[in-house]
């Protein structure tokens, strides 16, 4: 599976953006996509996913303010990514688990300015 992701940029806090991640297949053939962030240092924290089946699962630090939605017919998932906070920045990286394995499309760098 190869992953396309964009969207990232520079956005003020309590402003938007949306971040896309095309596939190479089908969405519906994918068990899990979404995305994780990562600031300096080692780990990545998981921001959002959703099922194949569409259950959506997302981090404590933004409920309420993301939205991982998808379009089949484009094979994308979508971050959608309201009032944003500067603690928000970071590079975000859309995944893929599919066929027992764990795929990664580039990383978006968003900035949130306060």
């Known amino acids: 599976v190869q992953l396309q992701a964009s969207g990232g940029g520079l956005a003020q806090a309590g402003g938007s953006l949306r971040l896309s991640c095309v596939a190479s297949?089908?969405?519906?053939?994918?068990?899990?996509m979404g995305w994780y962030r990562q600031t300096p240092g080692p780990q990545r924290e998981l921001v959002a996913s959703m099922s194949a089946g569409g259950s959506t699962v997302y981090s404590d630090a933004v409920k309420g303010r993301f939205t991982i939605f998808r379009d089949r017919t484009k094979n994308t998932v979508y971050l959608q990514m309201n009032r944003l906070k500067p603690e928000d920045t970071a590079g975000y990286y859309c995944?893929?688990?599919?066929?027992?394995?764990?795929?990664w499309g580039q990383g978006t760098l968003v900035t949130v300015s306060s």
């Open positions: 297949i089908s969405i519906l053939r994918i068990g899990v």
């Open positions: 995944f893929a688990d599919w066929d027992r394995s764990t795929y």
